[in-house]
């Protein structure tokens, strides 16, 4: 008989619920703080809704771990009904709190309900990526640990680029890491980092400087080009790409086409903000990731 | 009895502190094969980059093998110099020999992999030479195994037992590797070896330093000369009493140098029996002898490493091909991955080549001439970090431009262009092993070509001939990238920025069919100029019209000549409406304006 499998996974994915197509699903929110009042994702609540209050209000905002309570709430109600939980996780790297939080829980439940933390050493789009990706391998295979393994591959092939006009959101964040020598110029320069699945323990690396958007697409199309190369893929398995603030926009638009006449793709996915991701990139920034398997 | 993970991962760490703080003394051993001072470090960046790759993972759950594998993979990958890859290649064939799932290792077990250890050294070394680091690991694995067949004690107590002939085997270096005795030391990778294993067996308490300190290699060397001097010109007057007394007062017990303890002890005898020849020519042919060995002719220049990620690549057809490019080959391979470590002349023709077998990583290469300059000389660079950007460039505000633009060293002139003492001086402040240099004018070159034959750094010089190029260095260069890989992206995108310049005459002149008044400004773009005009506003839009193309962006630098260009920047943003325009300041002397178009 087929097992039952449910996927965890955060609200931090780069794409919106409505894209994932998989019933076993359950979602945890990141509990955002604004102001000193705790938000969390909602209709209301929306990373547009964030940016204006960015650019409007100058606010304060950053994000905290996930609640322990909130996932043994799905635990509990899972352990019954389904024979694995796969929990993906964002890097351990960049929330260390959350991975400990959850392997605490893995370590509790170990007699109950196996629970496997992935960890998809992403962040946004990246993470909804590897999402993705799993679910595809879920639907032809219940093995596991075949599948656990494919999916530590398709980590360390998955790189997600982030120009990030404004760093300050990342540096109040603390997770700016390398980045930390792309700030303070006077030139204004659209900075492009990354968090590359072959060096994730290296956390968020500096990847180039952009002065025009154009230029910093060049910069992610060149980078992902040499990683193609390297792995020698043929057709890049994966795409997400999103902007924080507009669909429609020119960066976006630009990026799109950079990566329709250069690249050999399978999927090419537009993604959705998340509230608690605009905290991090503020106003004006995209990404992309591409799972290369 | 058997030792644990925890046991074996503190003695590495202890063993590795002892060798870190003693690498000094390490390097001013080294004399073989090439007097490059840097055995020391090389031992220790290789230790340190075996201990990093363990950090990543959680001892507690890892088996013994597991343990000696991830350590082994990080010796290989970060190993530096032959005495790296000879440790590396010594951990590769203990690794080999290990295949334990259990918590600890046995002395037996220890024993065979200490043997596979030294086979794997020796045959994977290209001329394995007696009297070096090699002999030492010999005589660990067979003192070892005999006395694990004597006796089933504490594996401490068993190493600890060997050491007095480890040290034995230490002091019989020079007989073994002549070049040793002629230059008056033992062998700096066997010492580096002693030390680690007197590390390991936590002989030496954590804080004491098993060397006495002891003269530097300039210091040696300066006190022979003089005692060479003062012999063969019969110095005995007046005048050079201060060095008599000098030489006959230098403390023996600080002398780690064999000969040169004999040359003084001779020159005590000289001084007492007075004009005795042959004695005096005895001195000065040792003292010759001393000053040959420590300045010997380096036949390849440059210490080159890196790493060949290549698949259906034979490692002796591989070896075969790169032995004609130098010599001190070696080679260690590990699945697809080949490390490598060479002397050779033409480090970066090498490179590509190797290039085109698959990809290459963590490339080193260190110029053996100035490390072998900074080794006997007194004027001792110390390096506080693995690279440098340095930028020579006029203009405060394009100072302040590439300083927010990324790590940088900026050395700034005004309307004198620098001098080779002033920028020998800025390239010791950056304090960097590896330095990329660039200035924003073509006529500085042959001043940074001068100051960089004066240097002790790895120095690559780029080309470039204006300030664009550096704004355009800036964009590529990354502080997390080695020299090879900076200087090849830099040089790749160095023309990416097209521009315009914009100067005011000083006296009529006509070029290309344009007369130019005095007063009046011209534009020049890729050396020719193209426009003149006598207002400003004029020529800048004038300019751009007859640029521009499909670029989005346009940015005005202006010279100390000039106030803001607010006003011309808000005219232009009326007519160029999909345009954006910015404004910086420059600070330069020569150019009004500099227009970029990007």
């Given at each position: ?31 955002v ?41 799905i ?17 351990s ?9 959850c392997?605490q829980v ?24 590897i ?17 656990t ?12 680029y ?7 959101f ?9 980045a ?13 980092v990354?968090l590359?699945?072959?060096?994730a323990d ?8 952009g002065?025009t ?12 080009k040499?990683k ?8 890049v ?6 902007h ?23 999927k090419l ?7 608690c991701?605009a ?15 | ?5 925890i046991?074996i991962?503190?003695?590495?760490n202890?063993a ?13 051993l ?19 980059g ?13 088996t013994?093998?597991?343990?000696v594998?991830?350590f082994?993979?990080?010796a290989?990958?970060?190993?530096r ?7 590396a ?26 043997k ?5 050294a020796?045959r ?10 090699l002999?030492?690991?010999r ?8 006395l694990?067949s ?5 594996t ?5 037992k ?8 230490l002091?019989?270096t020079?007989e073994m590797?002549p ?10 990778g066997a ?8 590390g390991i067996s ?13 003269f ?22 007046k005048?050079?009493r ?23 002890k001779?020159f ?17 042919q040792?003292s010759?002898?001393l ?21 259906n ?7 075969n091909k790169?032995s004609?490019w130098?010599d ?27 290039e085109?077998?698959?990809?290459i ?8 001439k ?13 390096y ?15 100072a302040?431009i590439?300083?927010g ?8 002139y ?11 001086n ?13 200035a924003d ?13 004066l240097s ?23 502080e997390f ?10 040089r ?7 521009f ?7 006296r009529?002149?006509?070029e290309?069919?344009i ?8 534009s ?5 100029i ?14 751009i ?6 670029e989005?962006?346009?940015?005005i ?13 808000s005219?232009?943003?009326g ?20 227009i970029?178009?990007?």
């Open positions: 008989m087929k097992k039952k499998v449910l996927v965890i996974t955060g609200d931090n994915l780069g794409i919106a619920n409505k894209q994932i197509v998989y019933k076993d699903i359950a979602y945890m929110k990141f509990p703080i604004i102001n000193d009042k705790e938000f969390k994702e909602s209709e209301e609540y929306t990373a547009a809704f964030l940016i204006e209050r960015f650019k409007k209000e100058k606010v304060s905002a950053h994000t905290q771990a996930l609640v322990k309570g909130d996932l043994i709430k635990v509990e109600a899972a352990k019954d009904n389904y024979d694995v939980i796969l929990h993906v996780m964002m890097g790297n960049m929330s260390a709190a959350t991975f400990q939080m392997e893995r370590k509790e439940y170990k007699d109950i309900i196996p629970i496997i933390n992935i960890d998809s050493k992403q962040v946004i789009s990246g993470i909804g990526s999402l993705l990706r799993l679910i595809d391998l879920l639907k032809t295979s219940d093995d596991i640990a075949e599948i393994a494919k999916i530590t591959e398709i980590t360390t092939n998955t790189f997600t982030l120009c990030l006009p404004d760093l300050g990342l540096q109040r964040g603390g997770r700016i890491g390398k930390k020598s792309l700030l303070g110029s006077i030139l204004k320069i659209i900075p492009v990354g590359l699945g072959d060096e290296s956390g968020i690396l500096p990847i180039g400087k002065r958007f154009q230029s910093a697409n060049r910069i992610i199309i060149e980078n992902i040499q193609i190369q390297k792995y020698k893929i043929e057709t398995k994966q795409i997400v790409i999103l924080i603030e507009d669909k429609d926009s020119l960066e976006l638009k630009n990026l799109e086409a950079q990566i329709k006449s250069e690249l050999k793709f399978e996915i537009f993604g959705h903000p998340r509230f991701e905290v991090h990139t503020g106003p004006g920034a995209w990404i992309a990731s591409f799972s290369l398997k | 009895m058997a030792i644990n993970i046991q991962n503190t003695i590495l202890n590795y502190d002892l060798l870190s703080r003693e690498k000094n003394h390490i390097n001013n080294n004399v073989f094969p090439v007097p490059d001072g840097d055995t020391g470090l090389n031992m220790a960046l290789t230790l340190q075996a201990l990093n790759n363990i950090k990543s993972h959680s001892i507690k759950s890892m013994i093998q597991e343990y594998d991830c082994t993979e990080g290989l990958l970060n190993s110099g032959c005495s790296g890859s000879i440790l290649l010594f951990c590769k064939g203990i690794s080999e020999s290990i295949k334990l799932t259990e918590g600890s290792i046995s002395n037996d077990e220890l024993s065979s992999a200490l596979k250890g030294c086979e794997i020796y994977e070394t290209t001329n394995p030479t007696e009297g070096t680091m002999t030492m690991m005589v660990l694995s067979e003192q070892f195994e005999k694990c004597e006796s089933s004690n504490n401490f107590f068993l190493i600890k060997i050491i007095p002939s480890l040290e034995d085997t002091e019989k020079p590797l070049i040793l005795k002629k230059a008056g030391v033992v062998d700096s010492m580096g070896f002693l030390i680690l294993i007197k936590f002989e030496l308490e954590h804080n004491e330093s098993i060397i006495k300190p002891i530097s290699i300039a210091n040696i060397l300066i006190i022979s000369k003089y005692v060479r001097s003062f012999v063969s010109h019969k110095k005995y007057g005048r050079n201060f060095i008599r007394t000098f030489i006959t007062n230098v403390p023996l017990k600080n002398i780690s140098n064999i000969n040169l303890t004999n040359i003084i001779l005590n005898n000289l001084l007492q029996k007075k004009n005795n020849e042959k004695l005096a020519e005895t001195i000065i040792k010759d002898e000053s040959e060995t420590w300045n010997p002719n380096i036949k390849f220049r440059y210490c080159t490493e890196f790493i060949l990620e290549s698949e690549l034979d490692k002796t057809e591989f070896e790169l004609s130098g001190s080959l070696i080679i260690i391979h590990s699945n697809n991955i080949f490390k490598i470590h060479i002397h050779t002349n033409r480090p970066k023709s090498l490179l590509k080549t190797c085109e077998l698959g990809k990583s963590s490339t080193k290469i260190d110029d053996m100035k490390q072998h300059h900074n080794l006997i000389s007194e004027d001792k660079a110390y506080n970090k693995d690279i440098a950007l340095l930028l020579i460039l006029n203009g405060n505000g394009f302040d590439m300083k633009l990324g790590t940088v060293d900026i050395f700034t005004q309307k004198v262009k620098p001098s080779v003492n002033q920028i020998k800025a390239i010791l402040k950056t304090r960097a092993k590896n330095i990329i240099i660039a004018d073509s006529d500085i070159i042959p001043t940074l070509k001068s100051a960089i034959t002790k750094s790895n120095i690559e010089l780029i080309e470039s001939k204006n300030i664009i190029q550096l704004i355009n260095i800036m964009y590529h260069y990354s990238q080695d020299l090879y890989q900076n200087t090849k992206v830099i790749e995108h160095l023309d990416n920025i097209k315009c310049k914009i100067a005011r005459a000083t009529d002149f006509a290309e069919n007369n130019v008044k005095e007063g009046d400004f011209f020049i773009y890729q050396n020719k193209f426009f003149s005009a006598g207002r400003k506003e004029i020529i800048i839009e004038k300019s019209s007859e640029l521009i193309d499909t989005t962006l346009i940015t630098y202006y010279g100390k000549k000039e106030n803001n260009t607010d006003k011309v920047v005219k232009l943003k007519k160029f409406e999909n345009i954006t325009f910015e404004s910086y300041y420059g600070g330069q002397n020569r150019y009004n304006y500099y970029t178009f990007e």
